[in-house]
């Protein structure tokens, strides 16, 4: 199958090819919210991103619910967009605390698709089950107290989504019936999905490294695109 | 069957709502009773805390979370082919089923696609493990009710299907199998007509509970009119799969938004019932397991000859960008969102899962519910505490 | 032949009668639930759904109960620390009481009965509302809330249907003309239907309306599924047992497989003739003191047949409409059964 038009077809629209669609949906969005919409992305025959602002986030999902009609919740959740501070931790064959790694600087901080302008983003998806679309929203939370309203009184499914955003990511959610932690005991302190939040795991027991990598099927040693050494990892293949 | 007209089920719900509204306005204390998260009718360690005016509930509130993993935070440190291990165990009765999705997002970000036999494995290895999941489904929930026998009739027939899977790929329960660019393993021989032979079993199964489920007047009086959901609340949840499909959402991911998998090319049907009662989930789910072996039957006469893996890098670094991928898993539509920057590792991976969104309407649900319903309408959603905690 | 004859002449005086009788009583009602246990629970069970049951004790597993007995007999004394103690003591014991009780008057030959009551059939009904009681103060005293709304839920179902019960026995009394289980028994082995005494005058042709109902309500005095919402063992996991652990609920356990038994014999005597077979076959009567209890016990385990076989396949009925089915159904059609054996037996 062809990559870019042909791949997510549905029998019930031959006519539109999906780009026409889903360039319509940001102009049909930018029609409704002005200014709300900040930037989008569209991957042709794949999928749309739209970057909206805060302010204009309750306003969202109201215009997308009810003009034009992506009643189906998909998930609503954040993005840190800091890189780890701890690295991958793939590569310690050592342990990183009797002979600590030199410092690498910091990879600079790059968001994704439709741009971003802070270290959170709260992301959600919405579809329109009858016109066979799907959308999926990101909006900047600021970087102090990050906060953003919520979507509840618009999709009552998002009450779970954004009880678990909250709790892994720190994100306040103004309006929201009852904030409390999801999965987490009520004494844990911290915000698990946040960067800076360590992987214990990874520091209690250290990363052996690659041990065991099974040949491709029918592929023999090949010199493959990207070399092993490009980025100093540890493990021999 | 009839159906419950849409004005008979608003005033189903609204007599419940208003039974719980009286007793919350009486202000009899009721009763705190906790559901789990040691049970035998809640599939894990799920806990519900009940505030029961006599039988009859007035607040309910789940609390997941005794089998969260952290599976998101555990992803960032992980090469893509580790997190396929990893995903398997998020709903672990239909285990292949989870893979699927994960490794066609990484396939859509590196821009590969599977060759055309690797597909169609894919997606029988896919169908396979939803029949697995859902025959467990089909004597589960009877024996909720009440009714010992069908569940060992699924556990019977659920090996047969096991069986194959794990002559294919080396695991019943997690046969990591799938990998970016295709699968790992040519099928073995005589595969296909094993398969063929298990697949009448499974209808002989099907039969048989229909047979002895649907056909007990008792069943029918305790689900009918149990746990009615109407289309919109079930939109406004996310609820997917056969729970929305019982409420007349006529949406399947196979069909409408097919992405890598073979169903295009084969001819099948959707079945959706206008109820939303915890019997019309039962009842779809029994269709979609006939219907998922008639799938089966045309994918196995017609396996296309062909490699079984495209060509990919050894190191697999996928290039960076975003995807969001959803495929119509047996618990409903499970999806990634992955987020790359061109690494060895995902940088942020989203797991949306069917049964957090499932679950997330029983608060709404079992308002002015009994506590048997309770256990009724919470077999018949069907979820996987794996796919709840992640 | 002569020690028969000699067994046979054997007349002990009235208290050393009544205690063998006794004795004898209480092996045969641990017994009877072994019997019961095994052959229906275990083996017949595990026939419908495909698999053999436990193997390993004894020949077959025929020993298992042995087996199952002794783990019970070994536990711990538990009782938890909110639990009322003595209620909590006292519970299976009455359970297991009125289950004894009920083996007073049911006959296993001619003379092979403890007392044959006159109002025998009467006695058994009001004997087996005891374990209402029991059931009661197993829920309450356990101090859980899993045991209270199962005690609730049971003693609301039990009473309910007695009444059916009640009146499905009436026909039977109507048709023999007696309360007492040893003229019942006579008056089927010796009746006829409409002249024709080939096979006497069983009450389950006549009164099969009364056989239903009576079997079904006594699955629902035993509560077991479709009637088990009290021990629904997925939702409340043992619902009033859950407390009980070791040889008190061993005693639960006996009572339960007990009772089953003592039932299903009660109904092969109100319906199938009990021990004696049709005075048209000339069976000697001498014979039947000792082919009595073998004849009871086949009749017996056909009826308990049925029982365990609904047990297990059907689901359970909700409470409400536990309560419903016996109300607005059941006593109705007993009631009309009644009438319609009235009116028969004075127009025949």
Known sequence: MSTSETGTETPAEPEAPRDELRDGLVARLTEL????????????????????????????AESLRITMGARYFGFLSAIDWMPSPFGRSLEAEVDTILTPQEKKALPPMTTGYAGGDTRFQVIARVANLSEHW????????????PSVPTWTKVFAGAEWHEREAWEMFGIDFVGHPFLRPMYLPGDFEGNPLRKDFPLLARFVKPWPGIVDVEPLPGVADEGDADGAAADGEGASE | MTAISDRRKLAYIAAQAADSRVNVELESDGMTLNIGPQHPATHGTLRIVARLDGEQIISAEPMAGYMHRGYEKLTEVRTYNQVTTLVNRIDWLGSFANEVPWILAAEQLMGVEAPKRAMWIRTILFEMSRVANIILFLGDMAAQLGALTPVFFAFRDREYVLNLIESATGGRFHPNFDRIGGIKDDLPKGWVEDAKAVMDKVRDFCDQIEDLVLGAEVFTARTRGIGVIPPDIAMQYGLSGANARASGIDWDVRRDNNVGLAYPELDWKVWTH??????ARFWVRLQETREATQILDQLLGGIPSGPIMAKVPRIIKVPAGE???????????????VVSKGDLTPFRVKIRSASFNNVSITPWLLRGVYVPDVITI???LYFILGDIDR | MTAITSLLAFHPAYWQQTTIKAILTLVVVPSAAAVIAFVFLFKFVSFMQSRLGPMEAGPHGSLQLLAEAGRFLQKEDLAPADADKRMFRLAPLVVMVSTFLIYVVIPAGPNAIVEDLPTGIYYVLAISSLSVLGVLMAGWASANKYALLGGLRAAGQLIAYELPMMLAVLGV???AGSLSMQSIVYAQSGGSIFGWNGIGNPYALTQFVGLAIFLVTVQAELTQTPFDMPVAESELVAGYQVEYTGARFLLFFLAEFSTAFGFSAIAATLFLGGWNVPDAWHVPHALMHFAGPAVLMLKTLILALFIFWARFTFPRLREDQLQKFAWKVLIPIALVNIMATAVLKVVF
């Open chain 1, 134 to 145: 799907g959308v999926t929203l990101k909006v900047d939370v600021g970087d102090e107290s």
């Open chain 2, 323 to 337: 995807a969001y991928i959803a495929t119509e898993n047996p618990l409903g539509e499970m999806g990634y969102y």
């Open chain 2, 274 to 279: 206008p109820d939303g009662d915890s019997f």
């Open chain 2, 378 to 380: 919470l077999a018949s």
């Open chain 3, 173 to 175: 009394v109507i048709q």
């Open chain 1, 33 to 60: 919210l002005g200014d709300g919409v900040v930037e989008s992305h569209v991957l042709a025959g794949k999928d749309v991103w739209i970057r909206v602002s805060a302010e204009a986030w309750q306003q969202t």
